[in-house]
């Protein structure tokens, strides 16, 4: 912090000169003047003085103020450099150290940083409607700006001038771009450029462009659009995803070979470069957290500052002048004033014109006192009861009202004026505040009191040990405590004041201050009636109108002292151009109450500076430094009264932070001048202790905490004895551990040292301290340095928050800031990057979070200041509400574990011996052998489907199917074996005479889930031809969906498509034409009307392994694959399915899933013909308008297996969760379900179905029914719990283990504990067996490993474009390393473990159980160790109730995080930091980048399963039209 001395004071500047000086001062405070101009001007007011004032640096003198001898030096060093000539000198600003900081920033070479993306609409919002003009309850107790009347009413004008032009500016930079991000204005916001000069435009024609660099099929990942229907897929192809294939023409691509022409990914870039600055220094040591993660604690440093100076004495004040004169209390005071000089005036009451209403006089105020104490003796009934009076209600006031509840607090006075102001209830009462205890309110204005009889008196108080006074402080932590002062120390307070202050009877005083409490209490109100003083109180309302009414009123009373604060000298200096007729020589004594604060130094400086020309003394001013509990601890005595000369003290910031003292000469940037506060009260001792542990006092170059022992200090907190012990009874003792006092003294909370001349030098709070790693810093020193960034252009009436949250076992600094309502998007993004660099350069220390609020919107303490505890506590629960927020988590972070390193794998055939050793068995489990459980000889006979259709049409002809129901709960269509047979012929007719295709061809089944697609499928085998069932396009949302469709058409080979007549004019439509080139589809067959025609012959397969079908479906990866199953694949899938959920024909089942892919495919279209059993068809599509079919429609076939997806399962819990008395009176009952499965490939989501579970048990679903299955693409159905055997079991497990590959059993609510549940029972002729994924060996029972299936149902290999070998041979033909090398394995890319449980399964066997943990595509590879998405995202969705969904992804090793916001716009940057903390607290990983999006954005597929990587693509592609993008630094 830059010196703040004043050189200029050794060469009198003529009154003119200085006023000149000042109002260009000003104009440059307020941007009305560059700085250019300033110096320039300034240059030419000066040329005649400046070479006199050469050669001397003031600031590490002892103060000029005073001439004479009396000039002692304080200890500094010797050298002292020159300045240059041209440098500033005289401050007159709040800021401490602007030319510091201005220095610090110099330093720095502006540092590229991506500027956050706002929404337009957020945008708006922020910066025109959250206009409010200043009202009249704003402004910081600490640093309140007080803008002129002409500036005020323009204020709103720039607004919108400022806002409007700019807005328009970022919407038409980006025309084609979804996303209205607002960034195109930016630096940062430029797309990247392509290597070959020619950059590529955002939106769809960049997309068009560099399709081009792609050879063959179209890349539908990045038509992206805004698809807001609940089941998206957007596939990829397997090979699609690397290097383009084109010329030598590069372009910025995704890992997965998405071209990126967007603003975000040089966003990204840029962001990356900035991260590559170096950080703090690594760390070295550690402490254990648990057995995986061992987080860094800092240790200190060898090389820093330890204080060397002796041990500090107790210091002793000079005596309390006892004369006979002395009052025996205040109350014998007021009786003798009040009989003996009852026309002296004592206090004069402004209004907020600044008018004298009322002027009350010692008479007048010793009758009144009388008649309230009458009144409360005698009119009302009980006695001993703590008054309250009124304050301002300010935001803490609930914590205020559980103190009067503490202190028995029963009645409020009041006057009529504020009474009136109160809200009152519908009965006339004043209302009842929240948390506060019931109140009788007494309005003591003269006509409501009782005049008592001549001969009453009031009982004499002596000044005793008695509770006088309660005075309410708030802790750091929000918690309000009541400070309880005796009469006795009121009466030493009041003595001490006027033997220090000099107060003699009859002065003066002008107080600006608030007279409840604190200085404005002991100076304004009880020691100046001690002394018969006159106080002329000037009402905050007054000051904010009118900044100079203090001095006004000094120099028209001609006042002997004032009592101000530095903010409102500060404030005083702006106002006072062209008022020449005010004089302040009749001052001697200037108090500033809040001396303590670092920025008061530059508010005296500026304002003696100023003021001198007009008779201000510099000995007048006097800082003083107070606390609640120690009452007055210091205050600096005139001159005349036998004070030393005043000193300051230029001490090194980072010595500081250490806790030590050290006198800086030659660093100038990172100092802290502070100022004396003067002397320590008579009649005390004081001494300066360590801050934690034992009481040791001090080293004499050591900061400590002050502490006082005094007859004038507070006694106790009401009601709180223990804290009362540690804080009003500390007993400091000497480095031997002796006591250095027989009295006790009081903690001040004011950390600080003793300088020289026994002055007191205050230096910061114990409040504001925060604790970084091993430094501390004080909150106000870096409000001082963020203000001295641009003092007044950008901060609302220098209106400043700074506190510490914790996150992850440290303090990290949080800094919140009201902008000007005219601020633009840039300035506070300019802004918020200068205070970070400001403050990392002169305290040294990172700010983990800035946020922006708009103004007026900080809760306000009492006279306006910022309530910071209020603040903090809106922060962490996400209710700040910021317009702009900047969160540095990589740079504040140094205690993150150290990255896992990759240790050399144990060799698979050691893996096995260390099993056998440890006596573990090897982790294989199997489902029941198909062998003996052949049901009849037709699975024997009848090998093929087709086959199986022929039989039962001709054996059970009129056998109900299926039934298709339709939203309103009726059956559209059902279909008898018969039925199905006959529509199967027509199909297969029409494929060979109409398409005329061959054996083998592929066809295209484009149907919505119906029974006209069963047909098809069954009509393609009746004629050998292969169905590839696809999803048809959906109507209103062609441009995303039907390039899939005609991509799955092109990848597979089909040589026609069968559809519907509907669909087909789908295809065939403009809007399709926009999308797809539709010249290019195949054959295009309307199965609707084709004529009733016999085959020949049906079609019969030469062996079992002829291809069958294929079935298409798009991974969470975002990868495109088809698998190929065989006849005999496909019979074995049926026959696992038939036995493991005993399905007869005389069985109804329900079948809620999409009849696309997988699992859900088969259940359609394949179970009912092979096992016979009746399937109601529920279209999900259809639960869309109708929630509840599926439950109806269970309830109503008293189905006693049912099967559905995830996402139609949470379709139910949300949409039908509150709905369960009105489903139970329309009949619904699910107590006939045995089984209710979820399809998925994914590990089974617990919290869903336990909640399905308990919501839907009222309607008579069993507690065990609902499970979960297992497939994935290279075997559909490996786990179906089915009707018999154990029930699933629930596992817990240590998270941080598995990031470490690794399987941890833990209990229940353990804490890290994951629960995992068992994903259904193995399906017969199903071999399972636990390998490692890189070394291939087989692994032992619970350790974590890629999930390995041998089974007669697994497909037969992918059908890609390419035929891709490698990729075949590895997923589909895997053999173990070691062990059982022989049996051909498919490997499903899935991690898990098997563990043997205590149940038995049906064959008597204990059963084993397979958890799938997750896929090992999705894992996020980071800091070494391997994280699942969904376990982020859980953590994630906890930390607000805005939060709908989440998704995670990495690009370039940031971690990216998605959030959906379920709430207001405005409200979405509150999720940023509460998003990044949980993340780090949870998984000690740093989020790179929040994105906050609408709800919807995160694409689902039909499962229900997020797909991240087209997520990715998107964000990437600038596609998500995104609320707000917060890039960490």
């Not at 084109?246 to 966003?267: C, D, F, I, Q």
């Not at 902008?819 to 220390?845: C, G």
């Not at 809106?874 to 140094?894: Q, S």
């Not at 590959?1301 to 636990?1330: M, Q």
Request: net charge neutral; with cysteine.
């Amino acid at each position: 912090m830059a010196e703040r001395g004043c050189p200029l004071e050794a060469v009198p500047l003529p009154a003119e000169v200085r006023e000149s000086l000042a109002e260009l001062e000003l104009e440059l405070s307020e941007g009305d003047i560059t700085q250019k101009g300033y110096e320039k001007k300034r240059g030419k007011l000066l040329a005649r003085y400046v070479p006199l004032a050469q050669g001397v640096d003031p600031s590490l003198q002892a103060e000029t103020r005073i001439p004479g001898p009396s000039q002692a030096t304080a200890p500094v060093p010797e050298q002292q450099k020159t300045r240059p000539s041209h440098a500033r000198d005289e401050r007159f600003r709040s800021d401490v150290h602007t030319e510091a900081v201005q220095a610090a920033l110099a330093k720095y070479k502006e540092r590229k940083m991506p500027m956050p993306s706002k929404r337009r609409s957020v945008l708006t919002h922020m910066a025109v409607e959250a206009y409010t003009p200043p009202d009249t309850s704003s402004a910081s107790e600490d640093e309140d700006s007080l803008q002129r009347p002409g500036r005020l009413a323009s204020a709103p004008l720039q607004s919108h001038a400022g806002v409007a032009p700019w807005l328009d500016q970022a919407v038409q930079g980006s025309p084609a771009s979804s996303a209205a991000s607002c960034t195109s204005s930016h630096p940062g916001g430029r797309p990247a450029a392509v290597p070959s000069a020619a950059a590529v435009p955002a939106g769809p024609a960049a997309l068009a462009r560099v399709a081009d660099l792609h050879s063959a099929p179209p890349d539908v990942t990045t038509g992206l659009a805004q698809n807001q229907h609940t089941y998206c897929e957007r596939p990829q192809l397997a090979s699609m995803r690397g290097a383009p294939r084109g010329g030598s023409r590069s372009v910025l691509e995704t890992a997965g070979g998405v071209p990126v022409s967007s603003r975000v990914s040089s966003k990204i870039q840029q962001l990356l470069n900035t991260l590559k600055k170096p950080k703090r220094p690594p760390l070295k040591e550690f402490f254990v957290d648990d057995l995986e993660e061992v987080l860094e604690v800092q240790q200190p440093d060898p090389g820093q500052p330890k204080p060397e100076g002796g041990q500090t004495a107790v210091l002793k004040g000079e005596l309390l002048a006892v004369g006979s004169t002395w009052p025996p209390s205040l109350l014998a005071t007021l009786q003798q004033w009040g009989t003996t000089q009852p026309k002296a005036p004592c206090l004069t009451a402004l209004d907020t014109t600044g008018k004298a209403v009322y002027t009350l006089t010692y008479g007048k105020l010793w009758s009144r006192s009388l008649k309230l104490a009458y009144t409360l003796l005698n009119k009302l009934t009980s006695k001993n009861e703590p008054l309250l009076k009124p304050g301002d209600r300010d935001a803490g006031s609930q914590q205020v009202g559980f103190l009067l509840g503490s202190c028995g607090v029963a009645l409020a006075l009041t006057t009529d004026a504020c009474q009136k102001g109160l809200p009152k209830a519908q009965t006339g009462e004043v209302a009842a505040f929240k948390g506060w205890p019931p109140l009788t309110w007494l309005v003591i204005d003269g006509k409501h009191l009782t005049k008592p009889p001549k001969d009453w008196h009031p009982s004499a108080q002596d000044a005793g040990a008695g509770t006088a006074y309660i005075e309410y402080k708030t802790s750091k932590e929000g918690s309000t405590v009541g400070v309880a002062v005796s009469h006795a120390s009121l009466l030493a307070q009041c003595q001490a004041l006027t033997q220090a202050c000099g107060y003699s009877e009859a002065e003066t005083l002008t107080n600006v201050l608030d007279f409840k409490r604190d200085a404005g209490l002991w100076h304004g109100v009880l020691t100046s009636v001690m002394n018969r003083m006159h106080v002329v109180s000037i009402p905050y309302a007054l000051m904010k109108a009118n900044p100079l009414s203090w001095i006004q009123k000094v120099c028209a009373y001609k006042a002997r002292a004032a009592l101000v604060k530095s903010r409102d000298m500060h404030w005083s200096l702006l106002a006072q151009r062209g008022q020449r007729d005010i004089s302040l020589s009749s001052l001697r004594l200037l108090v500033v109450a809040d001396g303590a604060n670092p920025w008061s130094i530059s508010s005296c400086d500026a304002f003696l500076n100023v003021f001198q020309a007009r008779g201000l003394r510099p000995e007048v001013i006097c800082p003083c430094a107070s606390s609640p509990e120690a009452l007055t601890v210091a205050i600096r005595r005139p001159p005349d009264l036998g004070g030393p000369p005043p000193r300051r003290a230029v001490l090194s910031m980072s010595c500081l932070s250490h806790g030590v003292i050290r006198l800086d000469a030659e660093e100038k940037l990172s100092v802290l001048t502070v100022q004396d506060v003067g002397q320590v009260m008579p009649g005390a001792n004081v001494c300066v202790v360590k801050v934690e542990g034992t009481p040791y006092l001090c080293k004499a170059d050591e900061v400590g905490e002050i502490c006082v022992s005094s007859s004038a200090t507070a006694t106790a907190y009401y009601g709180l004895l223990g804290i009362t012990k540690n804080i009003f009874e500390t007993v400091p003792v000497t480095a031997g551990g002796t006591p250095v006092s027989d009295r006790p003294f009081t903690r001040t909370g004011l950390l600080g040292f003793i300088g020289p001349d026994n002055l007191v030098f205050v230096v910061g709070k114990l409040d504001g301290l925060m604790v970084v790693g091993v430094r501390r810093h004080n909150a106000d020193d870096i409000v001082a340095t963020a203000l001295a960034v641009e003092p007044m252009k950008f901060v609302y009436r220098g209106r400043i928050a700074v506190f510490s949250v914790t996150v992850l076992h440290d303090d990290r600094i949080v800094l919140v800031a009201e902008q000007r309502p005219d601020a633009s998007e840039e300035d506070s993004f300019q802004w918020m990057s200068r205070v970070l660099q400001a403050i990392d350069s002169i305290h040294q220390v990172g700010v983990y979070c800035l946020a922006l609020v708009p103004a007026n919107t900080l809760p306000k303490a009492p006279l306006g200041g910022i309530h910071v505890s209020e603040t903090k506590q809106r922060f962490l629960e996400g209710m700040l509400h910021p317009c702009n927020v900047l969160m540095c988590p990589h740079t504040c972070v140094t205690n993150l574990p150290k990255p896992r390193q990759k240790q050399p794998e144990v060799g698979p055939a050691s893996m096995v011996v260390g099993n056998l050793v440890a006596g573990k068995r090897i982790a294989q489990a199997s489902g029941r052998e198909l062998s003996h459980l052949e049901d009849s000889d037709q699975a024997r006979k009848l090998l093929f489907l087709p086959d199986v259709l022929r039989w039962r049409a001709s054996t059970t002809p009129e056998h109900l199917l299926f039934l298709l129901l339709s939203a309103k709960g009726t059956v559209t269509s059902t279909t008898t074996c018969i039925q199905l047979h006959k529509k199967a012929e027509r199909v297969a007719a029409a494929l060979m005479e109409k398409a005329r295709l061959t054996t083998g061809a592929h066809v295209a089944l484009v149907y919505p889930p119906g029974v006209d697609l069963i047909a098809a499928f069954y009509g393609c085998l009746y004629c050998g031809c292969v169905p590839v069932t696809v999803r048809p396009p959906h109507p209103q949302n062609l441009a995303t969906t039907l390039p899939t469709v005609k991509m799955i058409v092109e990848v597979s080979k089909s040589a026609c498509v069968l559809t519907t007549q509907a669909i087909t004019r789908l295809l065939r439509s403009k809007e399709a034409l926009a999308a797809v080139d539709v010249r290019t589809w195949p054959t295009i067959l309307d199965t609707d009307d084709i004529p009733k025609k016999k085959v020949a012959s049906i079609f019969r397969p030469p062996s079992p392994d002829v291809l069958a079908y294929l079935d298409f479906s798009v991974s969470t990866t975002g990868i495109l694959a088809g698998v190929k199953m065989s006849h005999a694949a496909t019979s074995a899938l049926c026959r696992s399915i038939k036995l493991q959920c005993e399905l007869y024909p005389s069985r109804q089942i329900a079948i809620c899933l999409d009849p696309y892919c997988g699992l859900g495919f088969a259940l359609w279209c394949l179970c009912s013909v092979y096992s016979g059993h009746q399937s109601v068809l529920v279209p999900p599509p259809e639960l869309e308008t109708n929630v509840s079919l599926w439950l109806w429609a269970v309830s109503q076939y008293k189905a006693r297996v049912t099967f559905c997806s995830y996402s139609v399962m949470e379709m139910c819990a949300r949409g039908l969760g509150a709905q369960t008395a009105v489903l139970r009176m329309k009949g619904v009952n699910l107590s006939c379900v045995r089984t209710c499965m979820v399809v998925a490939e994914e590990r089974p989501r617990i919290a869903l179905t336990q909640s399905f579970s308990k919501l839907f048990r009222d309607l008579g679903l069993p507690a065990r029914a609902v499970s979960t299955t297992f497939g994935c693409r290279v075997n559909v159905a490996i786990c179906l719990q089915g009707t018999a055997g154990p029930d699933p079991t629930t596992v817990y497990v240590d998270m941080r283990a598995l990031r470490h590959d690794r399987v941890r059993l833990v209990e229940r609510g353990s804490p890290h504990s994951l629960p995992l549940t068992e994903s259904g029972k193995i399906l017969p002729g199903v071999k399972v067996i636990i390998a490692h994924s890189e070394t291939r060996g087989p692994l032992g029972d619970s350790h974590l490993g890629e999930v390995w299936v041998s089974s007669p149902h697994s497909a037969t290999g992918y059908y890609t474009v390419y035929g891709e070998e490698g990729l075949h041979a590895d997923h589909f033909s895997a053999r173990l390393s070691f062990g059982d090398t022989q049996t051909v394995w498919a490997r499903t890319g899935f991690l898990g473990f098997l563990r043997r449980t205590e149940l038995t399964d049906a064959s008597g066997e204990r059963h084993d159980a397979l958890y799938v943990v997750g896929s090992l595509d999705e894992t996020l590879e980071l800091r070494g160790m391997r994280y699942h998405p969904v376990d982020i995202e859980t953590s994630v969705v906890r930390a607000h109730r805005s939060i709908a969904e989440c998704a995670v992804f990495t690009w370039t090793n940031l971690l990216v995080v998605v959030v959906e916001l379920d709430g207001l716009e405005q409200d979405a940057l509150d999720l940023v930091a509460l998003v990044t903390n949980v993340v780090l607290e949870e998984h000690h990983l740093v989020v790179g980048v929040v994105v906050i999006v609408d709800p919807g954005v995160i694409p689902i597929n039909s499962r229900g399963e997020k797909q991240r990587m087209h997520l990715r693509d998107g964000f990437l592609a600038d596609q998500l039209d995104p609320i707000y993008v917060a890039y960490n630094m």
